[in-house]
């Protein structure tokens, strides 16, 4: 069974950094990424390893947020600088395995002076 750990969310001011742990139950060489849903909206994609190709985050977070793994540890990683308050949100760990997608149960991030 897939299981997916987030950590690393927390309450940080305005310009400050924080850096989020994903950290599944079977390799991540997959199509793996990072999804926030913040109060009354959908939930949206942050960032994200395609498959075979390229990075891509959303324009909001271009130059501020940077997705990383570590293959060897089966975890991925979202360092978040220069935060803002409209990102504060609910981040999810999303990995697509099998043609079956798979959530972690979120961090909370809340960005606030």
């Known amino acids: 069974q897939v299981q997916l750990v987030e950590s690393g969310g927390g309450l940080v001011q305005p310009g400050g950094s924080l850096r989020l742990s994903c950290t599944a139950s079977?390799?991540?060489?997959?199509?793996m990424g990072w999804y926030r849903q913040a109060p009354g909206k959908q939930r949206e994609l942050v960032a994200i390893f395609t498959s075979g190709g390229p990075t891509n985050y959303a324009d909001t977070v271009k130059g501020r947020f940077t997705i990383s793994r570590d293959n060897a540890k089966n975890t991925m990683y979202l360092q978040m600088n220069n935060l803002k308050p409209e990102d504060t949100a609910v981040y999810y760990c999303?990995?697509?395995?099998?043609?079956?997608?798979?959530w972690g149960r979120g961090t909370q991030v809340t960005v606030s002076s």
């Open positions: 079977v390799s991540i060489f997959s199509v």
């Open positions: 999303h990995l697509r395995r099998d043609f079956l997608d798979y």
